[in-house]
């Protein structure tokens, strides 16, 4: 899976900072870039796609990012960026908090509200984009640390961090469908590190509940594949009556069996747009994220996304 590489070294002098903030927005979200050095402006940043997610590698002279009410006003994405220092330092601040990351530190940004993101000379950047879907799937609140740094140094913090760093330098080696479970995992363990900063920044019963809420949701996507994955398995492995389960979604906006079902629709759709998964037979796939009858599972698909799997996969091949 080789990356996209955008640099300003080919382009005129006069032209390479204009470049690089197209670089920018065509890459990441819509951002308005300046710099004291906006002439021979030196950048490049390599994006590598796989599954739903999006990694990009960073480099450049000085500059500052600011995401602004402005850009969030004429856009359509609806993203959450991880930022991960690979070198040096960089500054970022949302929602009233300000995070200092020194190398392997990384941050939680939102692209529907304000932020901004400064570094120092010689930062290298690892940006994870992950659509909302993805990681409201698995945690329950991550505004509530938005624009926080998360240690890298140590911890669950340690784990996602060298994950994904580790990731990147693999990604090029590795063929789709390796790189799309990989990134399900990594998005596990980047997870339960925000759950972690959470809990540890709030108090009270509503950080309770939103722990709770995460461990079922980490767990119940490590089991998707399973087609005897219930509310009941779920509360056995953690402890926990149905009741309580169903008591801790009730302000989810899926019921736990609808959610279940939505993710496994969601899981199904990408294999079935994914032109790499073409030799797979749409029933392979179904069984594989846990649906065991086709005709209840080509029912479902048609009402969530207005086309049959076999519709689906249609458009995307030769």
Request: hydrophobic share 40%; net charge positive; aromatic share 8%.
């Amino acid at each position: 899976m080789a990356g996209v590489l955008l640099s300003t070294a080919d382009i005129p002098e006069q032209r390479q900072f204009a470049h690089w903030q197209d670089y920018i927005c065509d890459s990441l979200v819509g951002l308005d870039c300046t710099s004291p050095t906006r002439e021979k402006f030196q950048g490049a940043i390599c994006n590598r796609k796989f599954g739903e997610l999006q990694l990009s590698t960073m480099t450049s002279d000085l500059m500052c990012l600011q995401r602004s009410k402005a850009r969030i006003a004429r856009a359509r994405e609806d993203d959450f960026l991880v930022a991960f220092e690979g070198r040096a330092q960089s500054y970022g601040s949302q929602d009233g908090r300000e995070a200092v990351l020194d190398v392997d530190d990384f941050a939680l940004f939102d692209s529907t509200r304000p932020y901004d993101v400064r570094f120092k000379p010689g930062f290298k950047h690892f940006v994870l984009k992950i659509p909302r879907s993805a990681l409201l799937s698995r945690l329950g609140n991550p505004n509530a640390v938005t624009g926080s740094r998360i240690p890298g140094g140590s911890g669950a913090g340690r784990i996602a961090s060298q994950f994904f760093r580790e990731l990147e330098q693999q990604l090029d080696s590795l063929d789709r469908l390796q790189a799309d479970r990989l990134g399900q995992i990594g998005l596990d363990l980047l997870a339960a590190a925000l759950a972690g900063m959470s809990a540890a920044s709030n108090q009270g019963r509503s950080t309770i509940k939103t722990a709770w809420v995460t461990r079922i949701k980490v767990l119940t996507n490590s089991r998707l594949g399973d087609p005897s994955l219930s509310p009941g398995s779920i509360a056995s492995s953690l402890g926990i009556s149905v009741r309580y389960l169903n008591t801790l979604f009730s302000s989810e906006e899926l019921s736990f069996d609808r959610w279940i079902w939505e993710l496994r629709l969601q899981r199904c759709h990408a294999a079935l747009a994914d032109p790499s998964q073409l030799a797979r037979s749409i029933s392979d796939i179904a069984l594989n994220w846990g649906f065991s009858d086709m005709a209840h599972f080509s029912r479902s698909f048609r009402q969530r996304f207005g086309c049959s799997p076999r519709e689906a996969r249609r458009r995307v091949t030769p």
